[in-house]
Nanobody, 123 residues
Framework: QEQLVESGGGLVQAGGSLRLSCAVS????????MGWFRQAPGKEREFVAT???????DYADSVKGRFTISRDYARNTMYLQMNSLKPEDTATYYC?????????????????WGQGTQVTVSS
């Protein structure tokens, strides 16, 4: 059974850093794209970052230069290193498994989702 489990969220002051992890089981991790999305209260879910099966990477403009997505094939785990955090980064962050191998900004291209991990950035 396919499972995506996020961890690493928490409360941090503006300017601080957090690293999110997404542990994947029940699917061939290396064959699919992965992504991070986030949803703030009262807002729609939005794209954050994506990484393809062969490493193609894309970021939302709002996080480019501050966030880094990566994946460890040996550990079946994806990461999101978040630096220089801002209060507007506060949201629930979701790990997503792609339907195919290529990176994408579209939520519809991801068929598997984690339960989410809360990130709160105080000013």
């Amino acid at each position: 059974q396919e499972q995506l489990v996020e961890s690493g969220g928490g409360l941090v002051q503006a300017g601080g850093s957090l690293r999110l992890s997404c542990a994947v089981s029940g699917r061939t991790f290396s064959a699919y794209a992965m992504g991070w999305f986030r949803q703030a209260p009262g807002k729609e879910r939005e794209f954050v970052a994506t990484i393809g099966w062969h490493g193609g990477i894309d970021y939302a403009d709002s996080v480019k230069g501050r966030f880094t997505i990566s994946r460890d094939y040996a550990r079946n785990t994806m990461y999101l290193q978040m630096n220089s955090l801002k209060p507007e980064d506060t949201a629930t962050y979701y790990c997503a498994g792609g339907r195919g191998p290529f990176s994408s900004r579209r939520a519809a291209d991801f068929g598997s989702w984690g339960q989410g991990t809360q990130v709160t950035v105080s000013s």
